[in-house]
């Protein structure tokens, strides 16, 4: 029994624990799948964000520069298409090349330089310089009217062929030797005006447009990459070159224009935008280069992953007490299913152990009452033949045969005292069974009616019978007939001479049963006086004889029929008792 | 005084020679590139390029004896006009030494430059009103391209030669050289930038020589 009780408590606790498991599996799915995805959104959301506003940023860079270019150019077509720069080139009077542009770039050229902050608004050009036919830069016979340029940027200007639409290009001038500057270059093509040929080309050197830094919350930080060189002001010069490689190997390996890597810049998380300036240009690919620094967005998923992870962590404390909740409530029923399933077996244990003794019992009691009825019986059928060949016998004097004849009554209520014996034993024992059938009451009365009139003793009583033929009861023939014969005796036992029985029977109104009266006159039964108990004798002293069990057997009947039997009054020199027996129209008729 | 005394002279002397002298003469016709527009009817000669050759539009051609002459004492003063946004007449031919105005009767401003390098010059920017009217002196053989610092489209040709003998043909090919002096020389055809034919020739006074360039 213990370890039955511990095998379904273990059960018990096993399914508690494969519920919370399976719940928390869940939960933490759900966690680890919420943090993924918050994760990725953040971390997309971000560079989207940044991507952006990069691409808002050079979008409104190239618009300007645009508008820029085109002025530029729009400038540059006129010059180019000036006369005397034409007469010059293609009246073979190359030394008077570049004194006829410096008259006709005098506008452009002149006066002082723009302060810094409208430099690059400005259309002042730092320089310029022809191409000959064959790309190469014209020398100018003095570089103070065309933009000093030292010889090294100066033969960055020189093209692989003369082109024939407007380049833009952008040039490192690294005579500063700690930082260079970036100078933009607009090549416009001259076209001879005697052939239609491009013969010429001027470039144009300008003081480039450059991404103001506005977003300063977001530490944007913006320069150009060209040929090989970062030009990013803002960086110190070894992070410039570094990332100067890095930009250098994904411009090489990616035939995008424009593209965004991720990486440091002296260990903090940088987005590095690029994209190119100058697409299709005979010039060196440049790009624009815009780094965002990553911290931000770093805070942002740092604090978003705290958020998710709290949140996470509430959904597993939720999700640990709801499937603690949920895991007794859902044990609770199976617990008490194991429960009762262990009362059920116990229960049916008893039951079989009940039933096995009273089986038992009943078969020891059955034997004992067929033992009983045996031993008890069987010396007395042995005495009342012995006294009824006593009777034959001839030759004894009258008082002997009286004798002998009373000795042989005497047996008669012996073997009735057994019998009734035996059968409240049974009853006791709770083993006598009513199987009902249906009784012809009626009938039954009349034939122990007609039975009292024949007994030879009996006293000059007047009978009146008030029932009708036919009341069925439903009961056992044998023991239906032992109550009526009890009462039907009773009462012509302790009736007067000259006295009455009255038996009436009816089925009582609004009722489904039958009531049976029996009543008698004679000496009533006095007040407080038990006459249901067994062996119960009456206090007065009387003729009649009873052995004091009738009664108390007759009254276990008719409750073993569904009835009951009792004593209805007793008074006036009448007495009288009533036996209600079940009617018997719910039982199959079998007879 | 002095001055003016030397243009007279210098305008009888150049004409003496074809009136008075009977010399040779050459006459022929020379195969003009192909025009494509309507050609004859047209009095005003444009400058155009093709292929990068200045020609003249309509087609034609000069045709000058060349050789060492003696200098004349004196040249004619030429004239080259700035009509329409034109050059009037839009290729001269002149001898050395010869002066050439550039009157302006437009009513905008003109600035005649040249970057040739038989002659550079820049007048300036003048007007019609412009006195004296700017003028040059072509001393250097070759080809002069005219043109305008103000309108670019502007062009004309002076052909500045060694030589007294030379004459335009008609707008058919057609010349007549007269008074060339006897001698062997070479008869030469300008027909654009690019293209000079020359024939030698040996002239007789009084001869008239027929020659036709192909």
């Given at each position: 029994m213990r370890s039955a009780v511990q095998a379904r408590d273990e059960g018990v606790a096993s399914f508690r624990t494969r519920l919370f498991t399976a719940i928390m599996v869940i939960v933490v799915t759900l966690t680890a799948l919420g943090f993924y995805l918050a994760q990725r959104k953040v971390t997309a959301d971000a560079e989207r964000n940044l991507q952006e506003n990069f691409q808002a940023e050079i979008s409104s860079l190239h618009k300007v520069e645009e508008l820029r270019h085109a002025a530029l150019a729009e400038r540059c077509n006129i010059l180019a298409a000036k006369p005397r720069i034409h007469a010059a080139i293609e009246d073979n009077a190359i030394d008077l090349l570049y004194p006829s542009a410096k008259d006709e770039l005098r506008d452009l050229?002149?006066?002082?330089?723009?302060?810094p902050e409208q430099a690059a608004r400005?259309?002042?050009?730092?320089f310029y310089r022809f191409l000959d036919s064959t790309g190469a830069v014209i020398k100018p016979p003095n570089t103070y009217d065309v933009g000093e340029l030292d010889p090294k940027t100066e033969a960055q200007?020189?093209?692989s062929r003369l082109p024939d639409t407007q380049q833009i290009g952008y040039i490192r001038?690294?005579?500063?030797?700690?930082r260079g500057t970036i100078d933009e270059v607009i090549a416009v093509p001259i076209f001879s005006s005697?052939?239609?040929?491009?013969?010429s080309a001027l470039v144009i050197g300008f003081k480039p447009l450059e991404l103001?830094?506005?977003?300063t919350e977001v530490g944007m930080r913006s320069g150009v990459w060209v040929n090989g060189h970062l030009?990013?002001?803002?960086?110190p010069k070894s992070a410039q070159a570094s990332l100067s490689k890095k930009i250098a190997s994904s411009v090489a390996n990616s035939d995008r224009e424009q593209d965004n890597f991720r990486v440091n810049v002296d260990g903090a998380p940088q987005l590095l935008f690029y994209k190119r300036?100058?697409?299709?240009?005979?010039?060196p690919a440049a790009y624009e280069i815009c780094v965002y620094p990553l911290a931000y967005s770093m805070a942002q998923l740092h604090r978003l992953r705290w958020q998710i992870g709290g949140a996470g962590a509430l959904l597993l404390l939720g999700g640990f007490i709801a499937s603690h909740v949920v895991a007794l409530r859902f044990s609770a029923p199976v617990k008490k299913l194991a429960l009762d399933s262990e009362e059920n077996r116990a229960q049916r244990k008893r039951a079989e152990a009940a039933l096995a003794s009273t089986t038992q019992e009943l078969e020891r009691s059955t034997r004992y009452s067929a033992d009983a009825s045996h031993q008890l019986k069987s010396p007395v059928a042995v005495l009342r033949i012995g006294l009824e060949t006593l009777l034959t016998?001839?030759?004894?004097?009258q008082e002997v045969y009286e004798e002998l004849s009373a000795l042989l009554h005497q047996t008669h209520r012996l073997t009735g005292v057994i019998d009734d014996l035996l059968l409240l034993s049974r009853v006791d024992a709770g083993h006598l069974q009513i199987a009902p059938t249906p009784v012809n009451l009626s009938q039954l009365v009349d034939e122990w009616l007609d039975d009292l009139s024949a007994l030879?003793?009996?006293?000059?009583v007047k009978i009146e019978k008030e029932f009708a033929a036919g009341l069925f009861v439903a009961g056992e023939k044998r023991y239906t007939s032992l109550i009526v014969q009890n009462l039907l005796e009773n009462a012509r036992k302790y009736n007067r001479p000259g006295g009455l029985i009255r038996v009436s029977a009816s089925r009582?109104?609004?009722?489904?049963n039958v009531v049976l009266s029996v009543g008698n006159t004679g000496r009533t039964i006095p007040p407080g006086?038990?006459?249901?108990?067994?062996?119960h004798h009456r206090s007065t002293p009387s003729a009649a004889s009873g052995h004091g069990i009738g009664l108390n057997l007759a009254r276990e009947l008719a409750r073993l029929h569904g009835g009951d039997l009792c004593l209805v009054r007793s008074e006036n020199d009448w007495t009288e008792f009533q036996v209600r027996f079940p009617a018997a129209d719910g039982v199959n008729a079998v007879a | 005084m002095r001055l003016r005394g030397l243009l007279w002279f210098n305008a009888v002397f150049s004409i003496m020679p074809v009136a008075l002298l009977a010399g040779a003469v050459v006459e022929g016709r020379v195969e003009l590139s192909k025009s494509h527009?309507?050609?004859?009817?047209?009095k005003r000669y444009e400058i155009v390029t093709k292929g990068g050759v200045l020609s003249t539009q309509p087609p034609l051609a000069v045709v000058y004896l060349d050789g060492a002459f003696p200098h004349p004492a004196s040249v004619p003063t030429k004239e080259v006009t700035q009509k329409d946004l034109t050059f009037v007449p839009a290729l001269l031919p002149i001898r050395v030494g010869t002066r050439v105005e550039f009157p302006n009767l437009d009513d905008t401003y003109h600035n005649i430059f040249s970057y040739s390098p038989a002659k550079r010059f820049d007048l300036g920017r003048y007007r019609?009103?412009?006195?004296?009217i700017p003028a040059e002196v072509f001393d250097k053989p070759g080809l002069i391209t005219l043109r305008c610092d103000i309108h670019e489209h502007m062009r004309g040709l002076i052909l500045v030669l060694n030589t007294s003998y030379f004459v335009m043909t008609d707008t058919d090919g057609h010349f007549r050289l007269n008074g060339l002096p006897a001698g062997r020389y070479k008869l030469k055809a300008w027909i654009d930038s690019r293209t000079t034919r020359e024939k030698p020739v040996e002239l007789k006074d009084g001869q008239t020589l027929h020659v036709d360039f192909p």
């Amino acid at each position: 029994m213990r370890s039955a009780v511990q095998a379904r408590d273990e059960g018990v606790a096993s399914f508690r624990t494969r519920l919370f498991t399976a719940i928390m599996v869940i939960v933490v799915t759900l966690t680890a799948l919420g943090f993924y995805l918050a994760q990725r959104k953040v971390t997309a959301d971000a560079e989207r964000n940044l991507q952006e506003n990069f691409q808002a940023e050079i979008s409104s860079l190239h618009k300007v520069e645009e508008l820029r270019h085109a002025a530029l150019a729009e400038r540059c077509n006129i010059l180019a298409a000036k006369p005397r720069i034409h007469a010059a080139i293609e009246d073979n009077a190359i030394d008077l090349l570049y004194p006829s542009a410096k008259d006709e770039l005098r506008d452009l050229m002149e006066g002082d330089e723009p302060p810094p902050e409208q430099a690059a608004r400005s259309l002042h050009a730092r320089f310029y310089r022809f191409l000959d036919s064959t790309g190469a830069v014209i020398k100018p016979p003095n570089t103070y009217d065309v933009g000093e340029l030292d010889p090294k940027t100066e033969a960055q200007l020189a093209l692989s062929r003369l082109p024939d639409t407007q380049q833009i290009g952008y040039i490192r001038e690294s005579s500063e030797a700690d930082r260079g500057t970036i100078d933009e270059v607009i090549a416009v093509p001259i076209f001879s005006s005697y052939t239609g040929d491009v013969i010429s080309a001027l470039v144009i050197g300008f003081k480039p447009l450059e991404l103001e830094e506005k977003n300063t919350e977001v530490g944007m930080r913006s320069g150009v990459w060209v040929n090989g060189h970062l030009h990013l002001p803002s960086l110190p010069k070894s992070a410039q070159a570094s990332l100067s490689k890095k930009i250098a190997s994904s411009v090489a390996n990616s035939d995008r224009e424009q593209d965004n890597f991720r990486v440091n810049v002296d260990g903090a998380p940088q987005l590095l935008f690029y994209k190119r300036l100058n697409p299709g240009s005979l010039f060196p690919a440049a790009y624009e280069i815009c780094v965002y620094p990553l911290a931000y967005s770093m805070a942002q998923l740092h604090r978003l992953r705290w958020q998710i992870g709290g949140a996470g962590a509430l959904l597993l404390l939720g999700g640990f007490i709801a499937s603690h909740v949920v895991a007794l409530r859902f044990s609770a029923p199976v617990k008490k299913l194991a429960l009762d399933s262990e009362e059920n077996r116990a229960q049916r244990k008893r039951a079989e152990a009940a039933l096995a003794s009273t089986t038992q019992e009943l078969e020891r009691s059955t034997r004992y009452s067929a033992d009983a009825s045996h031993q008890l019986k069987s010396p007395v059928a042995v005495l009342r033949i012995g006294l009824e060949t006593l009777l034959t016998h001839e030759g004894f004097k009258q008082e002997v045969y009286e004798e002998l004849s009373a000795l042989l009554h005497q047996t008669h209520r012996l073997t009735g005292v057994i019998d009734d014996l035996l059968l409240l034993s049974r009853v006791d024992a709770g083993h006598l069974q009513i199987a009902p059938t249906p009784v012809n009451l009626s009938q039954l009365v009349d034939e122990w009616l007609d039975d009292l009139s024949a007994l030879p003793d009996s006293p000059d009583v007047k009978i009146e019978k008030e029932f009708a033929a036919g009341l069925f009861v439903a009961g056992e023939k044998r023991y239906t007939s032992l109550i009526v014969q009890n009462l039907l005796e009773n009462a012509r036992k302790y009736n007067r001479p000259g006295g009455l029985i009255r038996v009436s029977a009816s089925r009582a109104g609004g009722t489904r049963n039958v009531v049976l009266s029996v009543g008698n006159t004679g000496r009533t039964i006095p007040p407080g006086e038990n006459i249901f108990e067994r062996f119960h004798h009456r206090s007065t002293p009387s003729a009649a004889s009873g052995h004091g069990i009738g009664l108390n057997l007759a009254r276990e009947l008719a409750r073993l029929h569904g009835g009951d039997l009792c004593l209805v009054r007793s008074e006036n020199d009448w007495t009288e008792f009533q036996v209600r027996f079940p009617a018997a129209d719910g039982v199959n008729a079998v007879a | 005084m002095r001055l003016r005394g030397l243009l007279w002279f210098n305008a009888v002397f150049s004409i003496m020679p074809v009136a008075l002298l009977a010399g040779a003469v050459v006459e022929g016709r020379v195969e003009l590139s192909k025009s494509h527009s309507a050609p004859v009817q047209a009095k005003r000669y444009e400058i155009v390029t093709k292929g990068g050759v200045l020609s003249t539009q309509p087609p034609l051609a000069v045709v000058y004896l060349d050789g060492a002459f003696p200098h004349p004492a004196s040249v004619p003063t030429k004239e080259v006009t700035q009509k329409d946004l034109t050059f009037v007449p839009a290729l001269l031919p002149i001898r050395v030494g010869t002066r050439v105005e550039f009157p302006n009767l437009d009513d905008t401003y003109h600035n005649i430059f040249s970057y040739s390098p038989a002659k550079r010059f820049d007048l300036g920017r003048y007007r019609a009103e412009e006195r004296p009217i700017p003028a040059e002196v072509f001393d250097k053989p070759g080809l002069i391209t005219l043109r305008c610092d103000i309108h670019e489209h502007m062009r004309g040709l002076i052909l500045v030669l060694n030589t007294s003998y030379f004459v335009m043909t008609d707008t058919d090919g057609h010349f007549r050289l007269n008074g060339l002096p006897a001698g062997r020389y070479k008869l030469k055809a300008w027909i654009d930038s690019r293209t000079t034919r020359e024939k030698p020739v040996e002239l007789k006074d009084g001869q008239t020589l027929h020659v036709d360039f192909p």
